[in-house]
T-cell receptor, first 111, second 112 residues
């Protein structure tokens, strides 16, 4: 369930494996980044965020990595569960102006 | 837990009719966003408010769309006249500024 570096529109992962979701952001000046999870028919739900003065941040079962050199963001999910099946979006902003979303990745967890 | 409230949840309207969506942000959140999300795509920012002022509306189709936040609290997004291509999910989000944006459940609009 890993794909290093490349953004893919879909990701199929075995339950219990780790997942890596990639995102290329557009503005090199962006200073704040957020990962959202969106389930069908619902609004996006906050997962984790990171500011541009950091390169890694960990939450519960999730880790976000930021590489400003190549404008790349990744979300790692440990021990993927069926409830993690959803569409994942990264979003970026500069000084809280125009929170912009990237293309999503649809994650499907296989039992 | 505080939430962003949106209504209605679903709306079906005929083309050329007017339609309006309402959003009540989390109390104390100065920043309010309206997004449009077409099925299978990411949310597209339509308008951003800081209190009652529009910060950005560069992607708002101003010939038919309007948004207001008169008292800097709740907000209304209007479409007049609606077109078939306006069918989408309309999402509202709010933030304190310098932090995460919280989203409502959205309004699913179908134009027939």
């Amino acid at each position: 369930g890993e794909n290093v570096g490349l953004h893919l529109p879909t990701l199929s992962v075995q339950e219990g494996d780790n997942s890596i979701i990639n995102c290329a952001y557009s503005n090199s000046a962006s200073d704040y980044f957020i990962w959202y999870k969106q389930e069908s028919g619902k609004g996006p739900q906050f997962i984790i965020d990171i500011r541009s003065n950091m390169d890694k941040r960990q939450g519960q079962r999730v880790t976000v990595l930021l590489n400003k050199t190549v404008k790349h963001l990744s979300l790692q999910i440990a021990a993927t569960q069926p409830g993690d099946s959803a569409v994942y979006f990264c979003a970026e902003t500069l000084n809280d102006y125009k929170l912009s979303f990237g293309a999503g990745t649809t994650v499907t967890v296989r039992a | 837990e505080a939430e962003v409230a949106q209504s209605p949840r679903y709306k079906i309207t005929e083309k050329s009719q007017a339609v309006a969506f309402w959003c009540d942000p989390i109390s104390g959140h100065a920043t309010l966003y309206w997004y449009r999300q077409i099925l299978g795509q990411g949310p597209e920012l339509l308008v951003q408010f800081q209190d009652e002022s529009v910060v950005d509306d560069s992607q708002l189709p101003k010939d038919r769309f309007s948004a207001e936040r008169l008292k800097g609290v709740d907000s209304t997004l209007k479409i007049q006249p609606a077109e078939l291509g306006d069918s989408a999910m309309y999402l509202c989000a709010s933030s304190k500024g310098s932090g995460e944006a919280f989203f409502g459940q959205g309004t699913r609009l179908t134009v027939v």
